[in-house]
């Protein structure tokens, strides 16, 4: 496996990491204070959605690197 694979693959599991915290504050619903601003949970969808397409992104390129 190339380097460049390894770390192609670790930032696709970053992004399907942050994918399933946002997943969870979506479903149960805890707050998020930042400097004393509230964080609104339409913050989290949009974290949910661009994190799921980076990650699937980044791992379809993986396995196009690796074949």
């Known amino acids: 496996m190339s380097s460049s694979r390894l770390f192609t693959i670790l930032g696709a599991l ?13 479903l149960f ?6 400097a004393g601003a509230e964080v609104g949970q339409t913050t989290s969808l ?11 992104m980044l791992f379809q390129g993986a396995r196009q690197r690796g074949s």
Do not use: D, E
């Not at 970053?14 to 979506?26: D, M, N």
């Not at 619903?29 to 930042?34: A, E, G, L, R, Y």
């Open 14 to 26: 970053a992004f399907l990491l942050l994918a399933l915290v946002s997943l969870y504050r979506l």
């Open 46 to 56: 949009f974290a949910f959605v661009i994190s799921i397409a980076l990650s699937i």
């Open 29 to 34: 619903w805890f707050p998020i204070t930042i």
